[in-house]
């Protein structure tokens, strides 16, 4: 059966319009596996880490619990990311765990050209945000994740807002309602 990995960077849980745009997404979807960012509160990669995680790339001890996220990604059939706009893209949780699942000979790889070539299962990303105002020309977070879709090998990305939600002149619910329609015709309804 296939899974959907859903990665959970809504930073507000409960109180999270994204939060309730992804469970809508992923209503009548199953075998989907949910990594909470907020939970999990990775720490980033400092010089240290970094180079005793290449250590153990190095030393092929794929085992380590340090390549588990990256494991999981790669395996997932689809991806679900679901993260506010923040300062024009998304909140740091998200931009951390990139660093762990951003794995040589895991996600990806390097050809004998040198270019990046990737591992990832995936058919499909799909990006679900709110923002308090329009998204507009800053798309920086979709745009950034594209990038990293195209670098693991995922082909197709797709993208979701709600947007205006802290415009006071604008009603929320129909702004939400809007990111509704997209969210059910990406379902096929
Ligand atoms: C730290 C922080 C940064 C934000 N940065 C932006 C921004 O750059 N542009 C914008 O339109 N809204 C910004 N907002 C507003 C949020 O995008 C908006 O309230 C969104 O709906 C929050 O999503 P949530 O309900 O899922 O937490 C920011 C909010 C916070 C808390």
Not at 54 to 73: E, I, M
Not at 84 to 90: A, H, N, V
Not at 97 to 113: G, P
Not at 153 to 180: H, N
Request: proline content about 3%; hydrophobic content about 45%.
């Amino acid at each position: 059966m296939s899974t959907i990995l859903f990665v959970n960077a809504c930073m507000r849980g409960e109180k999270s319009r994204t939060l309730k745009l992804c469970r809508e997404y992923l209503a009548e979807k199953e075998n989907v596996v949910e990594v909470d960012l907020g939970k999990l509160a990775l720490v980033p990669f400092d010089g240290e880490a970094a180079g005793r995680r290449a250590d153990l790339q190095k030393a092929g001890a794929w085992d380590d619990p340090v390549f588990d996220l990256a494991k999981q990604f790669a395996a997932a059939d689809e991806i679900v990311i679901g993260a506010p706009y923040w300062d024009l893209s998304f909140p740091a949780a998200l931009k951390t765990y990139i660093e762990y699942v951003s794995v040589c000979d895991i996600a990806f790889h390097y050809s004998e050209q040198g270019r990046a070539e990737g591992l990832c299962k995936a058919k499909s990303l799909t990006y679900i945000t709110s923002c308090g105002g329009f998204v507009e020309g800053a798309n920086f977070g979709y745009e950034y994740l594209s990038g990293i879709a195209t670098m693991f090998g995922i082909p197709e990305t797709r993208f979701v807002a709600a947007e205006g939600l802290d415009v006071v002149e604008l009603d929320v619910e129909t702004q939400m309602a809007k990111a509704s329609k997209t969210i059910a015709k990406l379902n096929g309804r």
